[in-house]
């Protein structure tokens, strides 16, 4: 079984400072992992995600996720926050797509969210 | 162009009624999903379709039921709602049920049940 877990509901920078968020995941299989965003009152966009090509991953808005296999890891990360970046963030991985029985089929678990509050 | 759709926008429905929460997706997508979203514990996957006329429960499937007659539509239904059914409800889709493919998410339904 697959899982996400993400370090910290509540993360707090100041505009113009690095942004971090952790992302730990689990997985019998190599995973794709993936970061989406929501806005507040608004359905999740997704940021980046990461397939197995590159192990840093760029993403929209100036984001960007390294995959550490060794670690389990897929930390977001912005080298400078903007009050626009204020929303919370959830990472998820997936599985490969499994034909056996169709009844798992890359689907994604996500993790619990961390809120990005962003002042001036 | 539209993407995805829900309706309604939000919901207050009494304990014990049924209720149906619409999805429409314009992009030809052909897998579809069903979210809640629950303060704390993220996104939980209700249920899915990988493709017109077939679905398949997700993590948290009971008291909810789901069809997929066509390619843009997976209604969710509520048979008898319960309090603990209160929760903020999204609708995804994406072009295959592949894992390495983007989901794309609807503005999501705000149901409380009382």
């Known amino acids: 079984a697959q899982s996400v877990t993400q370090l910290g509901s509540h993360v707090s920078v100041s505009e113009g400072a690095l942004v971090l968020l952790r992302c730990n995941y689990s997985s019998s299989v190599p995973p794709y992992l993936f970061w989406y965003v929501q806005y507040p009152n608004q359905g999740l966009q997704l940021l980046l995600k990461y397939t197995s090509a590159a192990t840093l991953v760029k993403g929209i808005n100036g984001f960007e996720a390294e995959f550490k296999k060794s670690e389990t890891s897929f930390h977001l990360t912005k080298p400078s926050a903007h009050m626009s970046d204020a929303a919370e963030y959830f990472c998820?991985?997936?599985?490969?797509?499994?034909?056996?029985?169709?009844?798992?089929?890359?689907?994604?678990?996500f993790g619990q969210g961390t809120i990005l509050t962003v002042h001036p | 162009t539209a993407g995805i759709t829900q309706a309604p926008t939000s919901q207050i429905l009494a304990a014990g009624r049924s209720m149906t929460l619409r999805c429409t997706q314009d992009m030809r997508h052909n897998a579809m999903y069903w979210y809640r979203q629950d303060l704390g514990l993220g996104l939980r996957l209700i249920h899915y379709?990988?493709?017109?006329?077939?679905?398949g429960k997700g993590e948290v499937p009971d008291g909810y039921s789901v069809s997929r007659a066509n390619t843009d539509d997976f209604p969710l239904t509520l048979a008898s709602a319960v309090p603990s059914q209160t929760s903020v409800y999204f609708c995804?889709?994406?072009?295959?049920?592949?894992?390495?493919?983007?989901?794309?998410f609807g503005p999501g339904t705000r149901l409380t049940v009382l």
């Open positions: 995804a889709s994406s072009l295959a049920s592949g894992g390495n493919n983007e989901q794309f």
């Open positions: 998820a991985v997936s599985d490969r797509a499994s034909r056996a029985g169709g009844t798992s089929y890359g689907k994604l678990t």
């Open positions: 379709s990988n493709t017109a006329g077939t679905t």
